[in-house]
């Protein structure tokens, strides 16, 4: 099985074991520049969703503990620490337009990218955005989130599969039991001859 087939998958696999809806994002090929589309495919849907299945932060409150000191998971502190679930929530409610009114599968990876920065903050984005100074692929969801708690939206991923793809490829892959340094290696096999990466830190071992 081809590793895209194989993301497919898995992405089949969680979106069933949530209960939402079972939508496949291809990554563009060929088009625009940076390997972004123009926008989602309207035939995935609307996006509404009457619950929103949210990535809980992992156990206790990891705004009260050091980086060194919180459960991430298996996936190796860094520079985020994990938001609290009132945090997540509010800034979810907060979302803006353009993120409500994506397909499902879009708003997942918004929703990934909010409750786990720990986990994007290790992954590169191929589609191009090293040109918009990211560092990573959180920043495709968030602009630069130097601080627990601010949750300042990025546009740039609710038009651009290669992002969400990537967010989604990570959410999946962690679901099933796989470390963050497999993820990364699926990462950049997956996507890294789309476009330059951005300068994005390998996970410690």
């Known amino acids: ?13 969680w979106f069933g074991a949530i209960g939402g809806p079972v939508l496949l994002v291809s990554v563009a090929l060929a088009g625009g520049v940076a390997g972004c589309s123009s926008g989602h495919d309207p035939a995935l849907g609307d996006g509404s969703m009457s ?6 932060p992992m156990s206790g409150d990891p705004m009260n503990e050091s980086a060194e000191e919180a459960d991430h998971g298996g996936v190796p502190a860094g520079a985020f620490q994990l938001p609290s679930q009132a945090q997540v929530t509010a800034a979810w409610d907060a979302r803006p337009d353009y993120v409500k009114v994506l397909p499902a599968a879009w708003q997942e990876a918004y929703a990934y990218a909010l409750a786990r920065p720990d986990v994007l903050q290790w992954l590169p984005c191929y589609c191009g ?5 990211h560092r990573s692929n959180l920043d495709c969801f968030f602009q630069r989130r130097e601080v627990a708690g601010n949750f ?12 969400i793809e990537t967010a989604n490829l990570a959410s999946s892959m962690l679901l099933d039991g796989s470390s963050i340094v497999q993820v990364r290696a699926a ?11 951005t300068d994005t830190p390998l996970p410690p071992a």
């Not at 619950?51 to 809980?56: F, G, N, Q, R, V």
């Open 152 to 163: 300042s939206y990025e546009e740039h991923a609710s038009y651009c599969d290669v992002c």
């Open 51 to 56: 619950t929103m299945a949210m990535p809980a």
């Open 1 to 13: 099985m081809s590793p895209r087939n194989a993301h497919r998958r898995r992405l089949t696999r």
């Open 129 to 133: 955005c090293v040109a918009m100074d």
């Open 187 to 197: 990462v950049d096999d997956m996507f890294g001859d789309l476009a330059p990466g």
